[in-house]
């Protein structure tokens, strides 16, 4: 069986969509944790870049700001 390139494309866009869409649900506000760094702490969403960005920025607890890809970021249940 071959694959077109405009299918690879799109199985490649979906597997990566499918990776990181739990976190796309994020909003100014929202508390989250990061996986990779959980010495970090908690921190605030404060802003979200456009959807061709994909970055989110968070205010971290010991005040620093920084941007950060949403797969990497989980959402603090209340």
Do not use: C, Y
């Amino acid at each position: 069986m071959r694959i077109t390139k405009r299918q690879l494309k799109k199985i490649i866009r979906e597997t990566m969509l499918a990776e990181t869409s739990p976190t796309f649900n994020l909003r100014s506000g929202d508390l989250v944790h990061h996986k990779d760094e959980p010495e970090r702490g908690t921190g605030r969403v404060v802003a979200k870049g456009s959807s061709r960005d994909r970055m989110i920025l968070v205010l971290w607890d010991n005040g620093t700001q920084q941007r950060h890809d949403p797969s990497s970021l989980v959402k603090v249940q209340k």
